[in-house]
């Protein structure tokens, strides 16, 4: 019986998704949970591998329920013995198909800059910057980024033997509010670092420090003679939702022409 | 050269507002942070001694600036060493009769009551109760609270050796969310403890555990047979504001016949 949860957590005290050994990880402390519950050891299957010190409303997972609990009730029991910055939002059951991962239609990142000065309770969440932005500008830039290219330029994947560093962004918006701008992507998968650094470029022209059309040059000319976006902090950034087809696509007709 | 600070924090890692050896606590962290800067000790007087764990968006405090640093500068200079969970939000000069306890006309707290399931991106800010309230019934409880009562019923005050017990609320809103209900009153001054048991009452009121009734008979019939409203936790509240007359009120003159 596979069992789909709807996570969220504050990323602050933790060391990001995975699993590691002595390391307090969101992945490690949900199988713990589960594993207080049924009593057996099983997988923990994530979306979005987020950095340490990265948000999520709604990270997903799957695993394969080792015991008869209604689908439903997995979120009220899992709640009751999970730290106060970790929760299940929803728990559903799901078919052997779904996976949480390969059956992703696409994925929702929010990038939060705070343009007013540093405040002690938005602190965690935001990257603290404190000055006005230039939101045109970043627009403009962010229209480029649409589509189909090599992201190269905006990520260290390539340290860590990824080869294909194509990807499919939908769409970009730019949230302009009074205290502070917000950058919001949709794409159906993200290089590692790959937000980050995207908002670190937005936030060079926003401000004035990289001319607008070097966007584009930084998907065009790969890792060429221009300087490598910013990578902004992990602490501004917030998996918000993961989207699957309904019903899900079976990953197992569809794992083997996807890759994250 | 007398500063007024306004004065925001996370209470979430602090002992309260109030000084106290071998505690971290926001007088004690802003005392050290005037320290380094001006080499020299100094009082710094607050508007209000907030419990340990509640939070301030505009908590107001004095000092008498050992150096001669431009009062606006004040602000910046303290934001450069003072924690990520607190934060100076304007430094002004103010008139040597200026009392940050004393001058103040009103406070303002709002105490957050989450109406939905646990949220680990709120929880730090948010009583968690994860149901529903009777929004109205809480209305028509508050209206009773509003004016000049005894509020005994209302504070552990009594154990501390204060004996008027006596205060007077301006206004009661209770704020009606999707997710959350938030009760924010403004009042003179505050008796310890009384903000989270005035909440604690209209939470019982507005889920049904308390005849709203029972909200006056608690201050007219004093410490009675009824039982007492349950204190809420510190992390739902926030000190919102504190309000000074223009130009603000002389304690010199008035300080004797004020009691917080």
């Given at each position: 019986m596979r069992i789909k949860l709807v996570v969220s957590y504050?990323?602050?005290?933790?060391?990001?998704w995975a699993a590691q050994p002595g390391l307090r990880t969101v992945q490690g402390t949900l199988k713990e949970a589960v594993r207080q519950i049924s009593g057996e050891d099983c997988e923990i299957t994530g979306a979005s591998r987020t950095d340490s010190g990265a948000h999520a409303k709604g990270q997903v997972c799957h695993f394969d329920s080792p015991?008869?609990?209604?689908s439903e009730r997995w979120a009220r029991v899992l709640n009751k013995i999970l730290p106060d910055d970790l929760a299940i939002v929803r728990s559903t059951l799901v078919s052997a198909?779904?996976?949480?991962?390969?059956?992703?239609?696409d994925r929702t990142y929010r990038y939060r800059i705070s343009?007013?000065?540093?405040d002690p309770l938005l602190s965690r969440y935001?990257?603290?910057?404190g000055r006005p932005l230039d939101v045109d500008l970043m627009r403009l830039g962010a229209e480029h980024l649409?589509?189909?290219?090599?992201?190269v330029a905006f990520t260290e994947e390539l340290d860590s033997g990824v080869l294909n560093t194509t990807r499919t962004l939908h769409r970009i918006s730019i949230v302009h509010k009074p205290k502070e701008v917000a950058i919001e992507i949709t794409g159906t998968a993200f290089l590692r670092g790959m937000m980050r650094r995207i908002s670190g470029g937005l936030l060079e022209v926003g401000r004035g420090y990289?001319?607008?059309?070097?966007i584009s040059m930084l998907l065009t000319e790969r890792r060429s003679s221009l300087q490598l976006p910013v990578v902004l902090p992990?602490?501004?950034?917030?998996?918000h939702r993961i989207r699957y087809a309904?019903?899900?696509?079976?990953h197992r007709e569809s794992a083997s022409r996807l890759a994250e």
């Open positions: 504050d990323g602050t005290k933790f060391c990001g015991v008869p609990i209604p198909g779904f996976h949480a991962r390969f059956s992703a239609e343009t007013a000065p540093r935001v990257c603290d910057f649409v589509g189909t290219h090599d992201y990289r001319p607008m059309e070097e992990a602490k501004g950034l917030c998996l309904n019903p899900p696509r079976d």
